[in-house]
């Protein structure tokens, strides 16, 4: 029998749910957002918070070259793509990002189809934004999520989130006693999927991110929570990536990197190009499909094994299409 929490969450004892590890959450998780891709932008239509969101962008600094994780059906990728000079937007649902193209009429737009629990940025971004995806991380993985983050941006470069506040949980059933927060979500075929959610407080969230060297700013608007944050100097970050030079943007890229004129991959100083994806050892960006990807310590998400098997695909830019 469900119980209420004061914050009107609807929680569900565990002895009716077996336990399940993140792995299986996560691949629970991408089911569900793509069987449900046709019904993802009804709330957008419908609730006013929402467009409230959205219209927020505008205040954002969100500038030059921006990295959009789990872009979804590009509810926000125009609104990134006017305000900078290219924007590429990741997600692992084929269908969401099939609505994503759709929707978006932007040259300077690329969108990439990979698990973000496996790939990794291979160049340098001004903005990392993500929009509703924090909380759909375990909470394992959020360092590793946070230091990949911080080793996408340029110098100067701000991660730019939005999210669900504790306020939230009160529109969901969630599963309790859990290590990783889990609610049960259900599409209009009747078909239930567990997801991992985590309704962050931002002064908590502000001060587990001051605890990892970032220094972050979370404001609550229409009752969801928009952070603005700045890395760690790379130097207090990962001495030994810096020693050896090997990926770190500052370092090799030399501040801010123009993009290749045709939104297509493009030469770094270093010989890097510019696209990303599983790193094929030598830096470079490749096209792969169905080939198993192992998950690194710093793919994007937070570094683990794969979780579903399947291999992630460069796509190739969207320009035009
Ligand atoms: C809550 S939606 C957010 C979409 C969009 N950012 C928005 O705010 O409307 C979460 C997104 O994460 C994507 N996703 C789920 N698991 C993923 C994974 N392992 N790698 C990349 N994207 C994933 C889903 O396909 C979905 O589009």
Not at 158 to 167: E, R, T
Request: glycine content about 10%.
């Amino acid at each position: 029998m469900p119980v209420t929490t004061e914050q009107g969450a609807r929680l569900r004892p565990n002895r009716e749910e077996p336990a399940v590890d993140d792995d299986a959450l996560l691949t629970e998780q991408l089911a569900y957002y793509r069987a449900g891709a046709a019904e993802y932008d009804r709330p957008y239509a419908e609730r006013e918070d929402l467009r409230e969101l959205l219209a927020a962008v505008d205040d954002l600094p969100i500038a030059g070259d921006v990295l959009e994780l789990a872009c979804g059906t590009g509810q926000w990728t125009s609104s990134l793509a006017a305000r900078a000079r290219s924007v590429t937007a990741v997600d692992a649902a084929a269908e969401v990002l099939a609505l994503a193209r759709a929707r978006t009429a932007s040259a300077t737009v690329r969108f990439v189809e990979a698990d973000l629990f496996a790939w990794q940025p291979s160049r340098c971004y001004d903005t990392v934004f993500f929009a509703f995806w924090l909380s759909h991380i375990p909470p394992a993985r959020l360092p590793g999520f946070w230091n990949t983050v911080a080793s996408a941006l340029a110098p100067g470069g701000k991660a730019v989130f939005i999210d669900d506040g504790p306020a939230a949980a009160a529109e969901e059933e969630v599963l309790s006693g859990r290590p990783t927060p889990v609610a049960v979500r259900r599409l209009d075929d009747g078909s239930r999927y567990r997801i991992v959610k985590v309704f962050h407080d931002p002064s908590s969230l502000t001060t587990d991110l001051a605890a990892l060297g970032w220094s972050a700013h979370i404001r609550l608007v229409a009752g969801k929570f928009i952070g603005v944050a700045e890395p760690p100097a790379a130097s207090a970050r990962e001495p030994a990536r810096v020693q050896r030079g090997s990926d770190e943007c500052g370092h090799l890229l030399g501040g801010l990197v123009a993009p290749p004129a045709d939104g297509e991959v493009g030469e770094h100083s270093d010989g890097r190009n510019g696209a990303d994806g599983p790193a094929d050892g030598q830096g470079r960006a490749r096209l792969v499909e169905h080939a198993d990807v192992p998950r690194s310590a710093a793919a994007v998400a937070g570094g683990a094994a794969p979780h579903h098997g399947k291999g992630d695909r460069e796509e190739q830019p969207d320009v035009g299409r």
